[in-house]
């Protein structure tokens, strides 16, 4: 079955830059893109950006541009999303999400999840 | 830049059928798509291209998609449809989310 597992949660002081990771399984990540999703604590959901699965072109939310990327390893069938200069407010619950294009984009699977904590 | 509208909070008896609207211009010209979040979950999703269930997602579940509203009706409401649902278009190659609106059944 489809599953997409990110990595652990990260606690980063004001500054940094954090890495976090989602690995696919149960389809080949070439036949997908992938999407980049954050919520901060009782808010609702905010897009960053897309990464193609087989090219890795990439498209990312105007606010992110500059401090986000986003690449893939189709050796191992996992993402990556970078996001550099954090601040408080970027503590979040960030999430990889399938994404199906079909007239338009949605997400049919998403990961589990993953807590960065931006705090000095 | 586009912006989809949700009221933050919805009740509903259960048994009985919650609607929850996510207003845009000519949003009926865009396709809609709808999440639930469950407290401390990922978001799961309900209905996408306006209307259709994804396979797993039971029959109560039904959505609608016209003018400048798209609606997520809920029939026959049940005490585990308590959750937050947030819709979803495409617009400009950008992904909009609505707010988000909290159902409660009580």
Known sequence: QVQLVQSGGEVKKPGASVTVSCKVSGYSLTNHAISWVRQAPGQGLEWMGWISGNYGNTNY????????????????????????????????VYYCAREIVDGTSFFDYWGQGTLVTVSS | SYELTQPPSVSVSPGQTAS??????????????????????????????????????????????????????????????EAVYFCQAWDSNTIIFGGGTKLTVL
């Not at chain 1, 541009?65 to 601040?87: C, E, F, K, N, P």
């Not at chain 2, 407290?39 to 959505?63: A, K, M, N």
Request: positive net charge; charged residues 20%.
């Open chain 1, 61 to 92: 939310a105007q606010k992110f541009r500059g401090r986000v990327t986003m690449t893939t390893d189709t050796s191992t069938s996992t993402t990556y999303m970078d996001l550099r200069g954090l601040r408080s407010d970027d503590t979040a």
């Open chain 2, 20 to 81: 929850i609207p996510c207003s845009a211009h000519k949003l009926g010209e865009k396709y809609a798509c709808w999440y639930q979040q469950k407290p401390g979950q990922s978001p799961v999703l309900v209905i996408y291209r306006d209307t259709r269930r994804p396979s797993g997602i039971p029959e109560r579940f039904s959505g609608s998609n016209s003018g400048d509203t798209a609606t997520l009706t809920i029939s026959g409401t049940q005490a585990m449809d």
